[in-house]
């Protein structure tokens, strides 16, 4: 089993700054993809980002350039730098790991931009 605990969330004005983490525990050897999705109200969940193990990275379009995934493998960690907010980056933000041939959920982190 894994668990995924993510923190970060809150209220942000656009134009501003937000970090998400995600630590990962339980029992692994390793963990291989982790990233970042998200799911506003009355849209389905979709991709955010995502990191190998190996530190390669792919973004959504529309998040490039202002959103920066980034990994601590020592500590079975992913990290959502998020700058630059506007108010359509409002949604919950899952985190997500892979595991062997499994995929693993976050409870998820309320993300909120006002305009």
């Known amino acids: 089993q894994v668990q995924l605990v993510e923190s970060g969330g809150d209220l942000a004005q656009a134009g501003g700054s937000l970090r998400l983490s995600c630590a990962a525990s339980?029992?692994?050897?390793?963990?291989?993809?982790m990233g970042w999705y998200r799911q506003a109200p009355g849209k389905q969940r979709e991709l955010v980002a995502v990191i190998s193990s190996g530190g390669y990275t792919n973004y959504a379009d529309d998040v490039k350039g202002r959103f920066t995934i980034s990994r601590d493998n020592a500590k079975n960690t992913v990290y959502l730098q998020m700058n630059s907010l506007k108010p359509e980056d409002t949604a919950v933000y899952y985190c997500?790991?892979?595991?062997?041939?499994?995929?693993?959920w976050g409870q998820g982190t309320q993300v909120t931009v006002s305009s």
């Open positions: 997500n790991a892979g595991v062997g041939p499994f995929g693993y």
């Open positions: 339980g029992s692994f050897t390793r963990i291989n993809t």
